[in-house]
């Protein structure tokens, strides 16, 4: 992370329209969006200066959560590689993988891959998941899933790092002696935890390269970030950790449209006078969203704000 003479230099990144399309956030152009809408939208965050673009993870919604959730979850694996394709430098995030459905070996393969032909960008978010059924019918352990995650973690260290043959011992998985290549671009693949409870919170201080929060309200952040601070200092680990924030939805400008009034709105100063204060609370990347009723508007926005709002981070 660089400086400059306001201070740190908070790094921007943004979770990707259309590729999931929970009753949450989705806005309603993205429904009739395509391949072509979600193409041009990673370009405008490669243009635009974006750390990453973000890509969730679930394999299948149950039909009781299918009205909140939708069904339309893209795999994250795939959509990253194609964008990797579409773009040259922004970085690639899975936000967040549920590695406990798969076999840690199968999950190093994919990543590895996709950083290989990236060129080095993928960045690795982790997290417990959320959904029993998805577990219950890939054969994974729902209860257990923060046990899970953890040894999974370690598994993905090792099958991530600089060895051809990785070596992993542990109660769920243990392989050695089992060749995988391509080896990833990176030296090492950052891996970023998510989740806000405090396993969660333990996990990313002394597991994670950076922590995702749960999209936490500003009040709550100064007190979870010195936790996961002083649980790293406890543990001894020196290495930097990226700590990050999701931000209020935001828009650039005067709207002449209903934008919710949770929604950070107004000049480029304004905006970025109120985003400075994640800055102060030690917050390293800030995940954006924007409002928006087509592409159009959507990259408008983002370009808005990368000439206008960016700057003055």
Known sequence: MGSSERGPIVLYGM????????????????????????????????????????????VAIPRRLAAAMST??????????????ATTRVRLLSHVAVVGLRHPLVTAKQYAT?????????????????????FDALGA?????GALLDESVDALRAALGAEEFPVHVGERYAFEGLGQRPRPAQDRVPVWVGGSSPAALRRAALRGDGWLPQGDPRERLPGLI??????????????????????EPLHVGTPSWEVGRRTLRGGPEEIAESLRAYRAMGVGQLQVRFRSRSRTELIDQMAAFATGVAPLL
């Open 114 to 134: 996709l950083d290989h032909l990236s060129g080095g960008r993928v960045i690795l978010g982790v997290g417990a998941g959320h959904v029993r059924e998805e």
């Open 226 to 247: 010195a936790h996961l601070r002083s649980l790293r200092e406890a543990a001894g680990i020196a290495a930097p950790l990226v700590v990050g924030a999701i931000a």
């Open 141 to 145: 352990d729902f209860e257990g899933r």
């Open 15 to 58: 979770q990707l329209p259309i590729q999931s399309q929970s009753a949450v956030y989705t806005e309603s152009w993205e429904t009739g969006a395509g391949v072509d809408d979600l193409v041009e939208v990673a370009r405008a965050a490669d243009r635009g200066g974006f750390a990453y673009v973000a890509c969730c993870d679930h």
């Open 72 to 85: 339309v979850w893209y795999d994250p694996v795939a959509t990253l590689a194609f964008l990797a394709g």
